[in-house]
């Protein structure tokens, strides 16, 4: 089975910048990032395919956020730009079933532990 570590997480200022980095053990396929803001249900927030070529991203990211990976190091990262106290949250690396980005949990089979992303307004 996939074991992922994410890393990268902290305390920024809006409008900072924040790279998450996830280094991964194992076969993946697709990979993504989630998120679980207090008091709210984990979220969908960018995906990419095994090859890196198709991405995917939830609205409130889209331009700021860049999910990106290396397969040659098995490493996932996300490059969070222009950041936002909302986007406040826990974000989980995760390995998808396929090749083909989604953005369902259920396609995602292996999480992170987690690292805390917060924004100070």
């Known amino acids: 089975q996939v074991q992922l570590v994410e890393s990268g997480g902290g305390l920024v200022q809006a409008g900072g910048s924040l790279r998450l980095v996830c280094a991964a053990s194992g076969r993946t396929f697709s990979m993504g990032w989630f998120r679980q803001a207090p008091g709210k249900e984990r979220e969908f927030v960018a995906a990419v395919s095994w090859g890196g070529d198709s991405t995917y991203y939830v609205d409130s990211v889209k331009g700021r956020f860049t999910i990106s990976r290396d397969n040659a190091k098995n490493t996932v990262y996300l490059q969070m730009n222009s950041l936002k106290p909302e986007d406040t949250a826990v974000y989980y690396c995760?390995?998808?079933?396929?090749?083909?980005?989604?953005?369902?949990?259920?396609?995602?089979?292996?999480w992170g532990q987690g690292t805390q992303v917060t924004v100070s307004s």
């Open positions: 995760a390995a998808g079933r396929s090749g083909i980005v989604s953005r369902r949990m259920a396609d995602f089979h292996s």
